[in-house]
């Protein structure tokens, strides 16, 4: 992947609450939070919120990828996010990795796994639709 | 949402007002900056100020939908709390968020959660979230969340 053309993949609240991009996975940003007080809910777990913030965010990382490795430049709005808690997430570092389950022209659905020690026991799931809109009409 | 119109002794129910200065102190809330806005009798109300750190928009000076969502979370359990009138251990199991429109621009985020229904193992919560006008909501949410540990059985109404 060449540094220069990578997007900017954080906004100022993933930044902010400390998200960071691990590595690359076969082109696909892995993103990860570590177990700091501004994740925390319940005693020693996350909160659903900063939880749904890290799939948030590696979604979006996801489509941004996606979007400047096809040379195309477009703004990304939330339509809606459904999250699945389906364990709950220690107060330790959680990862989040997205599939881009389609990409059109106006909107892209999304699904995102977070897991921590144990990738295959994910401790959340979600799926989201995005707008996209984009700065130069295609021809179609 | 409606409002409550059978006003009832406050010193026996859970105090989300009271409750709020621990629950938004610390962790996620407090980092958040979460400040209680108000309840009824299966209601609670939160407030998302704006903060620049906040921000999700690349263009717009908004806040970004992660927050918003939450605002909504822990806008649903205190919800869920004031209904109950205690403090029920409870983990959110499933959770939807649709984003009507951009909130303001520098603009605070109210949530309202309301609890509609719980059953001894499950509470079901809506709400929404908007910038001043509650006609005109940023976001609306639908969760369920889970009792958990040991206060199966609390949530009364329905077996």
Same mark, same amino acid.
């Given at each position: 992947?060449?540094?220069?053309?990578?997007?900017?993949?954080?906004?100022?609240?993933?930044?902010?609450?400390?998200?960071?991009?691990?590595?690359?996975?076969?082109?696909?940003?892995?993103?990860?939070?570590?177990?700091?007080?501004?994740?925390?809910?319940?005693?020693?777990?996350?909160?659903?919120?900063?939880?749904?913030?890290?799939?948030?965010?590696?979604?979006?990382?996801?489509?941004?990828? &996606?979007?400047?490795?096809?040379?195309?430049?477009?703004?990304?709005?939330?339509?809606? @996010?459904?999250?699945?808690?389906? &364990?709950?997430?220690?107060?330790?570092?959680?990862?989040?990795?997205?599939? @881009?389950?389609?990409?059109?022209?106006?909107?892209?659905?999304?699904?995102?796994?977070?897991?921590?020690?144990?990738?295959?026991?994910?401790?959340?799931?979600?799926?989201?639709?995005?707008?996209?809109?984009?700065?130069?009409?295609?021809?179609? | 949402?409606?409002?409550?119109?059978?006003?009832?002794?406050?010193?026996?129910?859970?105090?989300?007002?009271?409750?709020?200065?621990?629950?938004? !102190?610390?962790?996620?809330?407090?980092?958040?900056?979460?400040?209680?806005?108000?309840?009824?009798?299966?209601?609670?109300?939160?407030?998302?100020?704006?903060?620049?750190?906040?921000?999700?928009?690349?263009?717009?000076?908004?806040?970004?939908?992660?927050?918003?969502?939450?605002?909504?979370?822990? &806008?649903?359990?205190?919800?869920?709390?004031?209904?109950?009138?205690?403090?029920?251990?409870?983990?959110?199991?499933?959770?939807?968020?649709?984003?009507?429109?951009?909130?303001?621009?520098?603009?605070?985020?109210?949530?309202?959660?309301?609890?509609?229904?719980?059953?001894? !193992?499950?509470?079901?919560?809506?709400?929404?979230?908007?910038?001043?006008?509650?006609?005109?909501?940023?976001?609306?949410?639908?969760?369920?969340?889970?009792? @958990?540990?040991?206060?199966?059985?609390? &949530?009364?109404?329905?077996?």
């Amino acid at each position: 992947m060449a540094e220069q053309s990578r997007p900017d993949l954080l906004s100022n609240y993933a930044r902010s609450l400390g998200i960071e991009v691990a590595e690359f996975e076969d082109g696909v940003p892995v993103l990860w939070v570590s177990g700091i007080d501004a994740i925390e809910g319940r005693p020693g777990h996350f909160h659903g919120g900063a939880t749904s913030g890290l799939m948030e965010t590696a979604g979006y990382a996801a489509l941004r990828v &996606a979007l400047s490795e096809a040379g195309q430049e477009a703004q990304l709005k939330p339509i809606n @996010i459904t999250v699945q808690f389906l &364990a709950a997430a220690k107060k330790a570092p959680l990862f989040a990795k997205a599939r @881009i389950t389609k990409l059109g022209r106006r909107s892209a659905n999304v699904t995102i796994e977070a897991w921590q020690d144990q990738r295959d026991r994910p401790r959340a799931s979600a799926v989201m639709n995005v707008m996209i809109q984009r700065a130069t009409p295609e021809g179609a | 949402m409606e409002k409550q119109t059978s006003p009832r002794d406050p010193s026996a129910r859970f105090d989300p007002k009271g409750a709020a200065q621990f629950l938004l !102190s610390g962790g996620h809330p407090g980092w958040l900056g979460l400040t209680y806005r108000g309840h009824g009798d299966d209601w609670s109300e939160l407030t998302l100020p704006w903060r620049e750190d906040l921000v999700g928009d690349d263009v717009r000076r908004v806040i970004a939908s992660g927050p918003i969502f939450s605002m909504l979370d822990m &806008a649903g359990g205190m919800a869920i709390w004031t209904r109950e009138n205690r403090f029920v251990a409870v983990a959110t199991l499933d959770m939807r968020v649709d984003y009507q429109r951009p909130a303001g621009e520098r603009a605070d985020v109210i949530g309202r959660c309301e609890c509609f229904r719980t059953t001894r !193992s499950a509470a079901f919560v809506r709400g929404i979230a908007h910038d001043g006008d509650p006609d005109d909501p940023v976001a609306t949410m639908a969760a369920v969340y889970m009792t @958990i540990g040991n206060s199966g059985g609390g &949530a009364s109404r329905n077996g």
